[in-house]
T-cell receptor, first 111, second 120 residues
């Protein structure tokens, strides 16, 4: 089956620092999605990418769809305490757009 | 918009009991997904429906798990009999029909708040 591997698994950073995380797959996806999950809640969509090579920003967040369509990265600039949470990548593919999630990156921001 | 509604929020049961989790998708959404989240395995897709029809149930762990979507506004995930290894957070998510390429209006998976299941 499809597998998405995220790295790093977890990270501690100082407030104000930039963060980078990535996701790789053994399969090709036609859409890449990045979600954030706060404790006790369901994941919430941050950014969606539709074309290989596409670079998209949403405020302090920037994400890119890899050229091979098997990877994506997410950058967060100037981190703040509310960025704490688990970040998931997800790949979407197939005629019915099945959504498969990565293993997650747990982010801790030290004030 | 009420969002995806899941019930119950928490469920504690004893091994061997039947468990039923419920989900009400967002009105107008035609795809519904059931996920299970654990520390060890992350977010696993169990099954998803399109227009009330199960499309892919290859993620359902075993015959003890079953899911139904009798109409566009309701789905259930049932575990019978339940086992301690079924303890996890179960999420339901829904998505509206594809209307084009704007990510603001389609292909956006909305999640419920989840059901925390503990099987003792």
């Amino acid at each position: 089956g499809q597998q998405l591997n995220q790295s790093p698994q977890s990270m501690f950073i100082q407030e104000g620092e930039d963060v980078s995380m990535n996701c790789t797959s053994s399969s090709i996806f036609n859409t890449w999605l990045w979600y954030k999950q706060d404790p006790g809640e369901g994941p919430v969509l941050l950014i969606a990418l539709y074309k290989a090579g596409e670079l998209t920003s949403n405020g302090r967040l920037t994400a890119q769809f890899g050229i091979t369509r098997k990877d994506s990265f997410l950058n967060i600039s100037a981190s703040i305490p509310s960025d704490v949470g688990i970040y998931f990548c997800a790949g979407q593919s197939g005629g019915y757009q099945k959504v498969t999630f990565g293993t997650g990156t747990k982010l801790q921001v030290i004030p | 918009d009420a969002g995806v509604i899941q019930s119950p929020r928490h469920e504690v049961t004893e091994m061997g009991q039947e468990v039923t989790l419920r989900c009400k998708p967002i009105s107008g959404h035609n795809s519904l997904f059931w996920y299970r989240q654990t520390m060890m395995r992350g977010l696993e897709l169990l099954i998803y429906f399109n227009n009330n029809v199960p499309i892919d149930d290859s993620g359902m762990p075993e015959d003890r798990f079953s899911a139904k979507m009798p109409n566009a506004s309701f789905s259930t995930l049932k575990i019978q009999p339940s086992e301690p290894r079924d303890s996890a957070v179960y999420f339901c998510a829904s998505r509206r029909p594809d209307r084009g390429r704007s990510w603001e209006t389609n292909e956006k998976l909305f999640f419920g708040s989840g059901t925390q299941l503990s099987v003792l």
